[in-house]
Nanobody
Framework: QGQLVQSGGGSVKAGGSLRLSCATSGYSYYCMAWFRQAPGETGEKRELLNTIDNDDNPTYEPSVEGRFTISKDGSNNTLYLQMDSLKPEDTAMYYC???????????????????WGQGALVTVSS
C-alpha cells in the first residue's frame, strides 16, 4: 500500500465550513474513516467521526451526524470530509485512516487501523 496524504484544514469562524481531503492511492478496497484528536489529548486517543465502506455506505457518530459528510471519489482515489456548521468544540487535529477487509468497518470501530494520514489542524473560533 501507499501512504495516506492529507490536505486541507485551517481556521474558520463558528458556523462556517471546511473540506479535508485524503489521497488514498493503494487503498482501493479498504474501508476508510475520519478521526480527530482534541487539543491537549495525548497518545493514541482519537475520536472516531465516521466510516465509509467499499460500497460507499457511510456511518456517522452522533457528534457529527448531520453536519459532517464523508465521501470518496474513486476516479482520483481521494477521501473527503465536508464539515459544515462548525463549532468551536470541533477544533482538533483531524486524521484519515484505513482498515483492510474483511469486516473493515468493525475493525475501524475496534481501533484496528492499517494506515493513518499525517493529520490536519482545524481551528474553529467563536
Amino acid at each position: 500500500q501507499g501512504q495516506l496524504v492529507q490536505s486541507g484544514g485551517g481556521s474558520v469562524k463558528a458556523g462556517g465550513s471546511l473540506r479535508l481531503s485524503c489521497a488514498t492511492s493503494g487503498y482501493s478496497y479498504y474501508c476508510m474513516a475520519w478521526f480527530r484528536q482534541a487539543p491537549g489529548e495525548t497518545g493514541e486517543k482519537r475520536e472516531l467521526l465516521n466510516t465509509i465502506d467499499n460500497d460507499d455506505n457511510p456511518t456517522y457518530e452522533p457528534s457529527v451526524e448531520g453536519r459532517f459528510t464523508i465521501s470518496k471519489d474513486g476516479s482520483n482515489n481521494t477521501l473527503y470530509l465536508q464539515m459544515d456548521s462548525l463549532k468551536p468544540e470541533d477544533t482538533a487535529m483531524y486524521y484519515c485512516a484505513a482498515a483492510s477487509p474483511p469486516f473493515c468497518v468493525h475493525k475501524i470501530m475496534a481501533g484496528r487501523l492499517d494506515a493513518w494520514g499525517q493529520g490536519a489542524l482545524v481551528t474553529v473560533s467563536s
